[in-house]
């Protein structure tokens, strides 16, 4: 097996793609959704008013649950909900 010398510049390259990598990793890390979420992260989410929410809870459209007097949504189903209500115009 030959031997090969590492230089200055294959450890640069090195450092580089590392850096990069964990960049990429802290990135996505803030990207993950978490599962329960309170009724101001909806809103935030939807762009929408407490009282749109209020509405969306009372019609049945949002599910939630109630822990305490704090509402909780389930982030897939938020998700969801906006699937089944997507339009599509077809021109």
Same mark, same amino acid.
Do not use: A, C
């Given at each position: 097996? +030959?031997?090969?010398?590492?230089?200055?510049?294959?450890?640069?390259?090195?450092?580089?793609? *590392? !850096?990069? %990598?964990?960049?990429?990793?802290?990135?996505?890390?803030?990207?993950? &959704?978490?599962?329960?979420?309170?009724?101001?992260?909806?809103?935030? !989410?939807? +762009?929408?008013? $407490? +009282?749109? *929410?209020?509405?969306?809870?009372?019609? +049945?459209? @949002? $599910?939630?649950?109630? /822990?305490?007097?704090? *509402?909780?949504? &389930?982030?897939? %189903? /938020?998700?969801?909900? @906006? &699937?089944?209500?997507? /339009?599509?115009?077809?021109?």
């Amino acid at each position: 097996m +030959g031997e090969r010398i590492v230089t200055t510049d294959d450890l640069y390259e090195f450092k580089m793609n *590392l !850096l990069e %990598e964990i960049k990429q990793l802290f990135q996505n890390q803030g990207k993950m &959704e978490k599962k329960w979420i309170r009724s101001n992260e909806v809103r935030q !989410l939807l +762009g929408i008013s $407490p +009282g749109t *929410l209020q509405n969306l809870r009372i019609n +049945g459209t @949002l $599910p939630y649950t109630k /822990i305490g007097g704090v *509402l909780y949504y &389930e982030y897939h %189903e /938020i998700m969801q909900v @906006l &699937e089944r209500n997507k /339009i599509h115009n077809h021109i």
